[in-house]
């Protein structure tokens, strides 16, 4: 089968397309023939070996995929060969073919797309459990989307709309911004004018925001933070810029506020009650249609550099999709 295989940490154009030995089913497991992945920013700093935790050597990058069915391990009973199914595994999705425990997949929703299947567990998950969950955002409640034109970004304006809060999208182009608004949000900013916490000053009526959606990280996040209302939570998601902020510690005291942290890694482990209600729900919402994953750039297996460069230089809209098969 073909694989993008990272044989050594290193830029995304020194990674290579290889063919490799096609995965043996194993007990409790199936293999998937994967029509879409989902590429997220978290998979370029995987690649490069930049990431908080590292994949042993040599490893296939992507952990979100939809396909079909191909087989089906011994002591597998809920799923047969020809299902259409969506899943999220820790890597190896960028291939032809990926084997997985039974219960890293579920079945795909009739109407949704492969693409949109490869879109929606990580980000929509994060976006979920970090707001849901974590923030315990409420009905009213104002919410600040940073990032707000990216896959988990996009998801957050979506998420928060449904927990009924009024959603403010902060993003770096016009373009983005006109994207959030056409997702559902309520008002977007620029946050790269230095006069943009005057802007949200306004628009919140002195009040600040209830809840910071952050997965860009850098100086924006330290000034996000200064913008919280009295018992603000400010949800820490990842580093897009590239730099992580230090936080001085008198602005929690003085805003009565809250830094929450969300690691999607670790919720099998520590806390798989929450994550399967948290999976359930969003199953519920994107079979309905109350959830559509926002997907505008989508590349051949062939092409999947142009997907990293693109995530790399943050200028996609909505979700990054490689397609592979039919």
Known sequence: MKAVVVDDYAAIDQIELKQIARPAVTPGAVR???RAVGIGFVDGLKVQGRYQTKDPLPFIPGTEFSGVIDAVGDGVADYAAGQIVMGMARSGALAEYIVVPAEAIAPLPDGVSPEEGASFRANYLTAYYALAERAALKPGEILLVLGAAGGVGTAAIQIGRLLGARVIAAASTAEKRDFALGLGADAAIDYTRPDWRDTLKA??????VDVVFDPVGGPVAVEAFRSIAWNGRHVVVGFAAGSIPALPFNL?????????????????????AVLARCTAELSRLLATGALKPAI????ALEDF???????AGRDALGKVVVRIGP
């Open 296 to 299: 505008v750039s989508s590349f």
């Open 252 to 272: 929690p005291l003085l805003k009565g506020g809250s830094l929450l942290g969300v690691d999607l890694a670790q919720l099998p482990r520590r806390e798989p």
């Open 305 to 311: 550099r142009a997907a990293f460069t693109a995530l």
């Open 203 to 208: 628009l919140t009526q002195d009040h600040g």
């Open 32 to 34: 998937v023939r994967v």
